[in-house]
């Protein structure tokens, strides 16, 4: 207690964990309870299928793990390849890099489509990997939907395209982190096979939960065993991310070991949340602040690291400062003078970017202080930057858009 | 649940309640006890003596009653003065005629000196009055230390001034709702007889504990019983409200009726918070996020409703809108259209002026928000304003003048 | 922090404040709001209307203000009653002892019915007195429902009765602070005038929010102004607790000073607790734990304070212990030794009784263990007991009645 | 809602998750913060530090995992070992049966060691497999430290003097998932080199965080890459529950991946909470009323499900109902009934017994009532016991046995 109380709230402008309403933060302040009651599956059961209006889908199934959305990939890697599988990955920023890493650490052969930091998947170069593939060893295609850390939006439904094109049958795996339940996300339409989401995200709960929605497809491989029926017999290696002993487990509305209930309740509560402001409006909403966010940036000549409109994220937007500024320093000093927490570079962009992330549950005026806050440390840094602009931009636009459509 | 649900927080900027920091809602998120087990104690007896340091007092005597504000006006004026007592009273807002209302209303003879909405009490005319009576009919004079409805500070230390000057024996109440916490307030300098406070402005509570803090010398009147003392034996009528009862239980660190135990836990949180932030600390970021908004109302080219510098409050700023505009439409649109709460204008002011309440648990960025979104109310209301002037000049300010004190 | 911590929670079965749900707990856990926002009517309307439910009311008004259920006696009298008016009151404990005294100090004739502590109002010498105020004197007759100090309940029908029978207008005023929301109250069929609650007890909340249920006469006098129309002229001075103020605010949902808000949404999910479990299975429980207590008493071969059958309270036991123990000793102990908190005895039976609340939000475990405590404390403190005997009873009990009628 | 509320709370004694302080409920109660910010680890780094107390060691590191217990031990297995290696492990109940079972899926030989249900692992007949195990085929020995389905607690010190007396350098794994933080635990002294726990059980949180202490030994091992310096390379695969990624970031005060916050700060407050009480208190408690709980069992003329004293366990007492009675059916009553959850009979003694968890933060009272309960429930479903007797025997051991020593 010796050092002066920061007045105020914190403003998080990361791109996850996002801010929470408190009504959410109120339905997890709960006491234990017997997770085998007979009472237990009134809570259990209608999540898994509620949940799936999140990930756009009505045919896949919902598995929630007590995990990061770290572990939430191995999880899709490890129910439906064996050792030594091969799988396609297009790699453009730290996220996609890393899943690139899991893959290779759990023993996969990972062919890596490396893009420039800055775009996103690129659909016709998948295409004609999977052309070339002709006797299908690859056996899933890896996609980032939203690259965080660049802020750029891959476009899953033409890496869906892509596939069919090349008439493969590779499963498609996407990681929907920071983008489901902010973005559109289109399970069914797009066939996607496993759609990786992380509760800290466009779900406003604390990290902790991590959601997967398979399709039947990729549940059907998971259940052929050890090679998925393929004759294929090293399965990875694993058990507490199997879906085997989840699904038996959650039929009945229970789960097979001690679910993590108050994120449970966390997840009611969102679901809720979500209906109440529906789908649409949130998506919405996103774009309109995003847009926003954007509008800033351009009033204080910046530009943002995604290098084309159309892989501008709606969940996070990366910012180059000018040459000669060190974007580490403008995060450091929004947070220690104006109690702003920006996202750092990460890799290859450190020191070179900030992000705002502008997801969760956010509305006009909190992104403008936030903006006010970044043009701020811009300023207190160096960056010249005339005080008030972006404020100016991002408010002419947000009076002119609502954040829902009429 | 048929609306929609809007997203994000509510961005509070009314003169009370105020924002409460969330380790505050926690502290208060208590399971019932019993007010009169052997550690009850260890609870309340620190508050009455921690809580002084608000009121700037060593030698009073505080008392905590289960109520809004208002009650704790009427406790002072039932406890001390007797049917049909004369008191003097300054008016100058809503708030001041209030407590004159309340006086009048328990059968006390109100001088009332009327000021100009915008100005505060004269000390000037008060000295004039209490020489003018030399038989000391007078027995107290009532001054309202922050006029909530105009945002105008009264100088407390210079009616006392008044006070010694005519070398009268009044006693001094003062009304320090909205600025105990928050304005330097100074009980044992100014000799203040009975300061009162409540809990849903500084002290960032809700509603609902009423405290006053009590000299020695008001103290010593209101246990002498019908008249003090004085021969006069018709004391106001009061039950609920009395002293007395409180004293004898609160000695023992009880209270004589069951007290509401989520604001306890709340006062000794809230008490730990302004210790850890520091009085003087608190009053220089009330004084610079009051500035900030006088910069930006500036830059509006709007005025405050206080006339003069001399009367500024730094807890509330009333602004007077444009001839031919509305300002209770400017603050319905900003609640409706941005979920923004800025405070109304009260009875003579209605429609005239909407207040931003500065003061409680806030930050530069929050602050920077509310006037990003009143900037925006006003203009979609007809306001004729440069889009983030006003935010441009409050930001100026802020990047130049910290929070706190080094 | 040099005390060594308890483990567990603290056993608290005193006569309120009450155990609360977590769920309400949770539900106060909330930021401040304006309570002078456009939407701020859609929480406050409704409670006003569905309080009337746990009075037993369609015809009453409804008030709530931010006070101990002490004040809300004070709304009682002073809204309607005249300096010098006399009033008929029981008194048979603590509780009816210190309403008397409050009447008394607001300037009210008091003719007190002494009734020996173990029974209560005697509705024959009620009307007896009635029958004798032939000028009509008497304005008000003031019942306790439910004597808190000793356990006994006072039938408020048999007081109408006496009214009607001497058929006397005087207005019926009930403190039924511990027994409204806990045992049958019948605020229309009985004609009561002025019905008194607090939150700390049947409402299941934290204490600091005093309800009030008016009659329509009780409301017409109120609102003939001083002396309600009749020419008196003095009515009893107030301000806080003027019903007035309230009744213009409350109209649209608004209230005249800042409220207490958490108190607000605790008592808009208590009222759906109490919707959720049916008024008549909370009277059918309270019944049900009370005759297991009593059955546990018997079998320790003790005896309760309350002097027959007919003044057994279903919310509250007294107990009285042996000649030659403290039962002050026994709560102590009790406390210190098994973190239980029982009643103490009040007054004239202090020393002499203890006493179990058995209300708010308990089942028949919660109580069991307490019982158990109970003798634990008894048997440790010398009084000769059967270890087990009060549990073996009680138990038996309630294994043949369900807290619910089916 | 269209369900009658149940009334009161849920008597939880389940063997975890246990119930949960108030104060650790509300600690948890928190808004998201940046995990990467400046001022993150002075919340992170004292975690590691100080949790080692709990575990009884100052040698050995901390990791904290978004899991439930389950992936903990996945998380032992899969950075020490690899494919193809052989364990050994004794197996006596569900819990132990399910470790084998993961270790067998993730690849490895497992020598099982089975014993009777109702017993524990067998340090005589350790030593004879380790000797034999002249070539150190044996990488591990494990063994879980309480067996939560027959309540039966082995002893560890005994299975450390096993592998010193072959002369056997396996390393030494337990599952201390229901014991750690209840039980004595000596990770130092004990020389073991995983020690798995839980959050949901002596640490009173919410399941969600995995903990693992390792010891020195281990984490060179795991450090040494594939096969630990070995020659052997085909370590188990693995990604999120790598030590490595962990420990890199928490060197810092950070983590690899989004951390679950709330149980962050939850793990702070428990570990004051334990603090405050102190370990030694917290075992003897545990084992009181473990002992009072016994007494009840011996009272009512059962049998605990483990064979001799020396098996009996702590935190949970698994008992056998009389012949002809289902234990399922006394389960399901005492819930719907009286509102008791008890633990049900896993895999072979399913139907046999029902468990009673006297673990977490729980005090005599409240262990009395769950006894009543459970003593009803048999009674109800047909078991011929006397009433009342099982809370006799317990409160009078209870009465005699405080639960701190002095």
């Keep these: 207690m010796a050092a002066t109380r920061r007045p ?3 403003h998080l402008f990361i791109p996850g964990p996002t801010t929470m309403p408190d009504r959410i933060i109120r339905a997890m302040a709960v006491q234990s309870e017997d997770h085998r009651s007979p009472s237990f599956p009134e809570l259990a059961k209608p ?6 209006m999140v990930f756009g889908s009505t045919e896949g ?16 890697l490890t129910n439906t390849l064996c050792r030594g599988d091969t799988v396609l990955a297009a790699r453009f920023g730290q996220f996609s890099h890393l899943w690139v890493d899991m893959a290779q650490r759990l023993g996969l052969e990972v062919i890596v489509q490396d893009e420039e930091w800055g775009t996103g998947a690129d ?7 999977l052309r070339a593939d002709t006797d299908h060893r690859i056996k899933a295609v890896m996609v980032v ?3 965080t850390a660049t802020g750029v939006t891959s476009d899953v439904g033409a890496v869906r395209k892509a596939l069919d094109a090349a008439n493969h049958p590779a499963l498609l795996f996407v990681d ?3 983008s489901i339940g902010s973005l559109p996300f289109k399970m069914d339409e797009w066939r996607v096979d496993c759609a990786v989401a992380g509760s800290q995200k466009g779900f406003m709960l604390p990290a902790g939960l991590g959601l997967i929605c398979i399709s039947p497809k990729a549940l059907k491989i998971a259940e052929g ?3 998925g029926g393929t004759g294929r017999n090293d399965r990875l290696g694993h058990a507490y991310f199997a879906w085997k002993d989840q699904l038996g487990a959650n039929a009945g509305g229970y789960f097979p070991y001690t679910p993590a209930l108050p994120l449970l309740y966390g997840l009611r509560e969102a679901l809720a949340v979500m209906r109440e402001e529906g789908m649409e409006n949130i998506y919405h909403r996103h774009h309109v602040l995003a847009e926003a966010t954007r509008q800033a940036v351009a009033a204080w000549g910046l530009k943002p690291c995604a290098k084309e409109p159309k892989w501008y994220s709606d969940t996070v937007t990366a910012i180059v400062v000018p040459e000669g500024i060190d974007a580490a320093k403008v995060i450091t000093h929004a947070f220690e003078r104006y109690n702003l927490s920006l996202g750092t570079g990460l890799s290859k962009v450190a ?3 900030f992000r705002i992330g502008h997801l969760g549950d956010l509305n006009e005026l909190s992104l403008l202080g936030a903006i006010a806050g970044a043009e701020m440390a811009l300023i207190d840094c160096g960056v010249a930057l005339t005080p008030g602009s972006g404020v100016a931009a991002a408010s002419s636009y947000l009076r002119e858009n609502p954040l829902h459509k009429a």
Aim: charged share 20%; no cysteine.
């Design 145 to 147: 939907h939203n690259e």
């Design 176 to 178: 929907g982190i920071s």
């Design 123 to 129: 659909p016709q170069r998948i295409e004609e990997a």
């Design 8 to 10: 105020g709230r914190n």
């Design 225 to 227: 065993g050890p090679g």
């Design 47 to 52: 999540l898994f299928q509620d949940a799936k």
């Design 61 to 76: 199934t919902v598995i929630l793990f007590p995990s990061s959305g770290t572990g939430i990939w191995e999880s899709a």
């Design 351 to 353: 020191g070179k970017v």
